[in-house]
């Protein structure tokens, strides 16, 4: 028996066992009681998953993948699904952390990182595999095509390390661009408590017209008079650093 991948859930099954293995390594399986892998699709990152001492939980919506997990593996039992990784609220591991692991389906790989963000008070780690562009885009630094919105909510809460990057062979069926694997170390930056939504709101009026000034960028947004000649008006947003529109946030604040 076989998993047939389904297009309209992005799968693509890993093939390569070493590559597998690389993936579940990547955590550092320390401090926490808990794993969670997204889409496990046949078990490549499962068998290896299940051979460590954490609790082991699989967040699947295809029900001839569960059907194949259970058949196949027998430390996997109803407790260890735990249905569609977007719906997480994770009251299931009452307030502990819990590590995020998985072969990610690309159709929703964005949401999957924001939902990571939303709940990194329990999420310390993630190692994850994405398409190559949206690995290098959450991992991009200042001044680069590929930093943008999705770089810096990332940073804010967390390191960025690429692993390395995963050729379209090793699929099954192979996807028509390169993967990229990525580790999320949490660390949230100082000075963001409590200023989450107008961080996202400054972040995204930057980026929005990312060819111009600051000072036109953040016209969209009720820019304190104070704050009107400051330095970074006369930058881009890709000019700032993660530190930087994090103090910015905060003088934003502080002169409302």
């Known amino acids: 028996m076989s998993v047939r991948a389904k297009k309209h859930l992005g799968q693509h099954f890993l093939t390569d066992e070493n590559i597998a293995k690389n993936i579940v390594e990547g955590l550092s399986y320390e401090n926490y009681n808990n794993v969670m892998e997204v889409g496990p699709g046949m078990g490549v990152l499962t068998k290896y998953l299940l051979e460590k001492d954490q609790n082991i939980y699989l967040a699947e919506i295809d029900t001839e993948s569960i059907d194949y997990l259970k058949k196949n593996y027998a430390k996997t039992n109803e407790e260890t699904f735990v249905g569609d990784f977007l719906k997480q609220d994770f009251s299931f591991i009452d307030g502990e952390e819990i590590a995020i692991i998985g072969n990610f389906p690309y159709n929703i790989s964005s949401q999957i990182l924001f939902k990571i963000i939303d709940h990194y008070e329990i999420i310390p780690e993630m190692v994850g595999m994405f398409q190559k562009e949206v690995a290098e885009r959450t991992a991009a630094v200042p001044r680069t095509k590929d930093y943008g919105i999705l770089s810096v909510l990332v940073q804010a809460y ?43 709101q400054i972040i995204k009026a930057g980026f929005g017209q990312r060819r111009k000034k600051l000072s036109n960028s953040w016209k969209v947004l009720n820019i304190p008079e104070a704050l009107k000649t400051h330095e970074f008006m006369d930058k881009r947003a890709e000019e700032l650093s993660v530190e930087d529109f994090i103090h910015f946030t905060q003088l934003w604040k502080e002169n409302q």
């Open 158 to 200: 967390y390191d960025v390390k690429y692993l390395f990057t995963v050729h379209e062979n090793v699929f099954n069926p192979p996807p028509k661009v390169k993967s990229g694997v990525i580790k999320l170390t949490r660390n949230p930056k100082e000075g963001l408590a409590g200023n989450e939504v107008l961080f996202k």
